[in-house]
C-alpha cells in the first residue's frame, strides 16, 4: 500500500483545503462566506483565522513542510471544512459538497448582474477559462481571417458592499436559512429547496446554453411539482399564482412562453434536440426562477411545505373560476422584472 493509500484508509477528524477560482471575497464581507459546511475564506485572512477552522499548525509552518508546491499562495480565496470518517470517503464527500455549495454561492448571480458578464465560480480550476482559435477563408474572394478569442466566463464575482446590500433585498440570506437548517419547514422542502439552488447556481455559471438552460428549467420543477403531476398544465398554474396579477403576465404572454420553454426542455431531453433553444428562452427562465425563488423563500411561514404551495395555487385558480375577489395571495407578494440589452441576447 502506497503512503497517499495508507493515509486515505485512516480514520479521524479531517481538513480539506481546496483554492476556488472565480470570486473574490472583499472586506464588506469580512473575506470570508460559510454556505453550510463549507467556508469560502480569503487567501490573506487564513493564517488569522487557521485555529477557528481547525489548522493545527501555522499556514507558514505547513507552507515549509510543502516547499515545492505554492498552494497556498496560488488563490485568491480557498475552501475548507473538517469532516470526521474515512480519509478516502471523506475526501469524496468535501470535493462534492465544495461544488454543490460553490453552485449556491453562483446563484447568488440571479438578479445581482446579467449573465454575460457573470462568473463561473469552480473548486481549483475545473471551469478556467480557455481560448479558442480557427481560421475561415472566403475561397472566391480569397480573403481569410484567422480568429483568435477567450473562451468561457473569465469575469470576477466580487463579493463585496454591493453585492452584499443587493442580497439584502433579494432571495440569497433566506435560502442560506434554509440550506443551514434555521428554517422551520418540512426535510424534504429544505432539500428541493437546496437542490434546486444548486441547479440554478450551476445554470448561473454555465457557457453551454442547453445546459444551462435544462438545469434552470429542472430547478423550477423541482420547486413547483411533484409526482404525479402534468408538468405542461402544472407549471404554468404555479408560476400564475405568484405572478400572474401582473402587467407583464398578460401583456408578455407568460403563460405561452412557459408552455413553450417546456416543450423546447422535453424536446431537448428526450430526443436530444437542443437548437430551438435560445438565449431568449434561457433569459425567460432567469425571470421565472427569481420571482418563484423570492416569493417562496420570503413566505415561508405560508410555503413551509411544497404541499402548502400547491394548495396555494389551486386556491389561487379557484378564485379564477368563481370570479370572486382575490383573497388568497398576501400583499407581500412581489414581481422582479429584469431588464436586458441587445447584447444579453448574445451570449451567455
Given at each position: 500500500m502506497s503512503a497517499l493509500s495508507e493515509l486515505k484508509s485512516q480514520k479521524g477528524l479531517w481538513l480539506f483545503v481546496v483554492p476556488v477560482s472565480g470570486i473574490k471575497l472583499l472586506d464588506a464581507i469580512g473575506q470570508e462566506i460559510t454556505i453550510d459546511k463549507i467556508t469560502f475564506v480569503g487567501r490573506k485572512k487564513l493564517p488569522a483565522v487557521r485555529k477557528r477552522l481547525g489548522f493545527p499548525l501555522k499556514i507558514s509552518e505547513i507552507k515549509s513542510r510543502i516547499k515545492k508546491d505554492d498552494f497556498f499562495d496560488e488563490s485568491e480565496v480557498y475552501a475548507v471544512a473538517k469532516f470526521g470518517g474515512s480519509g478516502k470517503e471523506k475526501e469524496l464527500e468535501f470535493l462534492e459538497t465544495a461544488r454543490d455549495e460553490l453552485d449556491i454561492l453562483s446563484l447568488s448571480q440571479l438578479g445581482f448582474g446579467r449573465r454575460r458578464r457573470n462568473a463561473c465560480l469552480s473548486i481549483a480550476n475545473e471551469n478556467r477559462p480557455g481560448s479558442l482559435k480557427y481560421f475561415m477563408m472566403n475561397t472566391k474572394e480569397k480573403s481569410w481571417s484567422l480568429k483568435r478569442q477567450r473562451s468561457g466566463k473569465f469575469m470576477t464575482l466580487e463579493l463585496g458592499s454591493d453585492w452584499k446590500r443587493f442580497q439584502k433585498l433579494s432571495f440569497?440570506?433566506?435560502?442560506?436559512?434554509?440550506?443551514?437548517?434555521?428554517?422551520?419547514?418540512?426535510?424534504?422542502?429544505?432539500?428541493?429547496?437546496?437542490?434546486?439552488?444548486?441547479?440554478?447556481?450551476?445554470?448561473?455559471?454555465?457557457?453551454?446554453?442547453?445546459?444551462?438552460?435544462?438545469?434552470?428549467?429542472?430547478?423550477?420543477?423541482?420547486?413547483?411539482?411533484?409526482?404525479?403531476?402534468?408538468?405542461?398544465?402544472?407549471?404554468?398554474?404555479?408560476?400564475?399564482?405568484?405572478?400572474?396579477?401582473?402587467?407583464?403576465?398578460?401583456?408578455?404572454?407568460?403563460?405561452?412562453?412557459?408552455?413553450?420553454?417546456?416543450?423546447?426542455?422535453?424536446?431537448?431531453?428526450?430526443?436530444?434536440?437542443?437548437?430551438?433553444?435560445?438565449?431568449?428562452?434561457?433569459?425567460?427562465?432567469?425571470?421565472?426562477?427569481?420571482?418563484?425563488?423570492?416569493?417562496?423563500?420570503?413566505?415561508?411561514?405560508?410555503?413551509?411545505?411544497?404541499?402548502?404551495?400547491?394548495?396555494?395555487?389551486?386556491?389561487?385558480?379557484?378564485?379564477?373560476?368563481?370570479?370572486?375577489?382575490?383573497?388568497?395571495?398576501?400583499?407581500?407578494?412581489?414581481?422582479?422584472?429584469?431588464?436586458?440589452?441587445?447584447?444579453?441576447?448574445?451570449?451567455?
Open positions: 440569497f440570506e433566506r435560502l442560506l436559512d434554509v440550506v443551514k437548517g434555521k428554517e422551520n419547514i418540512s426535510t424534504g422542502w429544505q432539500r428541493d429547496i437546496k437542490n434546486a439552488a444548486v441547479l440554478a447556481g450551476k445554470s448561473q455559471s454555465s457557457t453551454e446554453l442547453p445546459h444551462a438552460f435544462l438545469w434552470n428549467m429542472i430547478a423550477i420543477e423541482t420547486l413547483l411539482t411533484h409526482r404525479g403531476d402534468s408538468y405542461s398544465t402544472a407549471l404554468p398554474q404555479r408560476v400564475e399564482s405568484f405572478i400572474g396579477w401582473t402587467t407583464a403576465w398578460a401583456m408578455d404572454n407568460f403563460a405561452e412562453k412557459i408552455s413553450e420553454v417546456y416543450t423546447k426542455r422535453c424536446a431537448f431531453v428526450h430526443s436530444g434536440k437542443s437548437d430551438q433553444i435560445s438565449i431568449s428562452d434561457l433569459l425567460f427562465t432567469d425571470i421565472i426562477l427569481v420571482n418563484v425563488l423570492y416569493n417562496i423563500l420570503v413566505h415561508l411561514d405560508i410555503f413551509y411545505d411544497k404541499n402548502c404551495l400547491i394548495d396555494f395555487s389551486k386556491k389561487v385558480e379557484a378564485e379564477h373560476i368563481l370570479g370572486v375577489k382575490p383573497r388568497v395571495r398576501p400583499g407581500t407578494i412581489s414581481f422582479i422584472n429584469m431588464s436586458y440589452s441587445d447584447p444579453d441576447y448574445e451570449r451567455l
